[in-house]
Nanobody, 125 residues
Framework: QVQLVESGGGVVQAGASLRLSCVASGRTFSTVTTSWFRQVPGKEREFVSSSTWGGARTAYADSVRGRFTISSDTGKNTVYLQMNSLKPEDTAVYYC??????????????????WGQGTAVTVSS
């Protein structure tokens, strides 16, 4: 089992930055991909960004590419999401997810084995 704990959310104004952290514990050696998703009430959880463990490959949703950066520190078992130039439409609960084996599309919630509890981000205009 892998446990994921997110932190770093908050309330900021448009144009500001935040850095989210996701700390993994447990059988972290079994993690091959770690991703960030976000969800607003009444909508489906949507893909934000993904990274292979160690950061060799990354991917971003079109809506955040160029503003968000995913990175990882394997020594700390932590994945980060640096969010710059935040917009009100970035407001959501952000979730960290981990995949123990590569399968399917990384943008699909179905392929992830572990999820964190989420951290809320609110961007005011």
């Amino acid at each position: 089992q892998v446990q994921l704990v997110e932190s770093g959310g908050g309330v900021v104004q448009a144009g500001a930055s935040l850095r989210l952290s996701c700390v993994a514990s447990g059988r972290t050696f079994s993690t091959v991909t770690t991703s960030w998703f976000r969800q607003v009430p009444g909508k489906e959880r949507e893909f934000v960004s993904s990274s292979t463990w160690g950061g060799a490959r990354t991917a971003y949703a079109d809506s955040v590419r160029g503003r968000f950066t995913i990175s990882s520190d394997t020594g700390k078992n932590t994945v980060y999401l640096q969010m710059n130039s935040l917009k009100p439409e970035d407001t959501a609960v952000y979730y960290c997810a981990a995949q123990s084996r590569i399968r399917g599309s990384i943008e699909s919630v179905e392929v992830y084995d572990y999820w964190g509890q989420g951290t809320a981000v609110t961007v005011s205009s």
